[in-house]
């Protein structure tokens, strides 16, 4: 009998050391993250888009219905990545996720020195590297600096109603996201 | 010997059970941690960051969303309306109220999974503000229904439970610290399809 509690009690302490690793080790192997999603269709520094058309179905969910956005994914481990679009848009925004989908930074079209999408995400190591010597085509960009190695950058564009369809694809399929 | 091996076993099956089993009853039953409340509205600011707590991180990584981040808006669901009853797809609801400052804000309908409605035919699933009929004063009000209704319609299709979807762009309230401080617009219940 004192065998079968004791056999009960180390059950329970091994209930609550599978509980706690489970929960931290999810969000680390799960293959239903915007991560391991975008992995399948796309490869690194490739924008793709994650809203869909009508037809198709949005490849990240619970994107607004009258936005459009690509996301690409980096790794900062190969160098510093560039991130530009020409053209305007009446609203774009754009996030940095680390490999979890973890919302790292953000800022939008008023956050951005002359409106136009145009950053660079680096490590802090990478900036002071870069500021020694500022390349040319770094020179109206905004810094994004975290300590990230993988991640995605998402920029969304705000699509008023379907006369902007054009422009706002235009605009997104414009979106480079370059490895420097 | 049979008698170690059966507790060897049950101990097994205790831990290994038990741990996964309350690991997936947590996530399932922890959609509120991390809620913000606003008169029928919730949000999750903290949800999609760095600031999550672990079974809103677990969670969120097992759903594959990409949240919107500070600069660029937050979003609130309704999932009743001022009654307090749940929302269907076959009733109709007005939205009406004052709207916290934003550049501009959308509302769409989306079931349970926050999966877009499909609109009616030629419609478009939401509306945005800048396309809003306002009254003299700039109030705003939201008809919401299967059936067309004159001023600002947002049709839906079909039937069972919904919810509404309710998206600040850059808007100062868009921090956990701040979006206690504003008012949302109420959700009134005028007619149901029998």
Not at chain 2, 140 to 169: D, E, F, R
Request: overall charge negative; hydrophobic content about 45%.
């Amino acid at each position: 009998m004192n065998r079968l509690v004791y056999a009960l009690l180390v059950g329970l302490v091994g209930a609550g050391i599978v509980h706690i690793s489970v929960l931290f080790l999810l969000p680390h192997f799960t293959e239903r993250d915007a991560w391991s999603q975008l992995s399948q269709v796309s490869d690194f520094y490739t924008p793709t888009s994650i809203t869909g058309t009508t037809a198709t179905t949005p490849l990240i969910r619970s994107v607004d219905p009258l936005f459009s956005a690509v996301a690409c994914r980096f790794d900062l481990d190969d160098g510093v990545v560039h991130v530009q679009a020409p053209g305007r848009v009446p609203f774009w925004s754009m996030s940095v996720y680390d490999r979890n989908g973890q919302n790292i930074f953000s800022f939008n079209d008023r956050t951005s020195a002359d409106g136009k999408v145009n950053f660079v995400v680096l490590t802090p190591a990478q900036t002071i590297e870069v500021r020694k010597q500022l390349p040319e085509e770094f020179i109206n960009s905004v810094f994004v600096e975290s300590d990230i190695d993988q991640g995605i950058v998402v920029v969304r564009a705000f699509v008023p109603d379907r006369t902007w369809r054009t422009a706002i694809d235009d605009f997104l399929s414009g979106v480079s996201c370059a490895l420097r | 010997m049979f008698r170690t091996l059966f507790l060897t076993v049950l101990v097994l099956v205790i831990a290994i059970g038990g741990g996964a089993g309350s690991v997936w009853l947590a996530l399932n039953a922890s959609e509120g941690i991390g809620a913000v409340a606003i008169g029928g509205w919730t949000a999750y600011p903290d949800v999609g960051t760095r600031n999550a707590d672990t079974y809103s991180k677990a969670r969120f990584a097992r759903e594959g969303g990409l949240a919107l981040g500070r600069a660029e808006g937050i979003a609130f669901a309704a999932q009743r309306d001022s009654g307090g009853a749940a929302l269907r797809r076959e009733c109709t609801y007005t939205i009406e109220g004052a709207l916290p400052s934003a550049r501009f804000w959308t509302i769409y309908a989306a079931d349970e999974q926050r999966i877009v409605l499909p609109p009616p035919t030629r419609r478009v699933p939401a509306l945005h503000s800048l396309e809003m009929l306002r009254t003299v004063d700039g109030a705003i009000k939201i008809t919401i229904s299967s059936h067309p209704a004159p001023g600002n319609w947002l049709g839906v299709t079909g039937k069972g439970p919904m919810q509404l979807v309710l998206t600040l762009y850059d808007t100062p309230s868009a921090t956990a610290a701040r979006v206690l401080e504003i008012e949302l617009p109420q959700v009134l219940r005028t007619g149901c399809d029998e």
